[in-house]
């Protein structure tokens, strides 16, 4: 998994795998999930991302997995 945000653009993307997407659901405003054709999630982007996620917690991206 890869997190990224584009402070230019004012983007967050959350990359969970490598590919091209056959499919995008707009599934609110501004929130994009770019799916494989056999609607396998493979990345969640966030337009505007510092209006919808309090800056300091973009700053502070952490990423955890549990067993």
């Known amino acids: ?6 402070a230019k653009n004012d983007v967050m993307r ?3 795998q490598e590919g091209k ?14 799916m494989t054709k056999d609607n396998k999630i493979m990345a969640i982007e966030i337009l505007d991302a510092s209006e919808r996620i309090p800056k300091m917690e973009i700053k502070k991206v952490t990423v955890a997995v549990s067993h």
Do not use: A, H, R
């Open 1 to 6: 998994m890869k997190i990224t945000f584009d």
């Open 14 to 16: 959350i990359k969970f």
């Open 21 to 34: 997407y056959e499919v995008s659901k707009e599934i609110d405003e501004g929130v994009i999930i770019d």
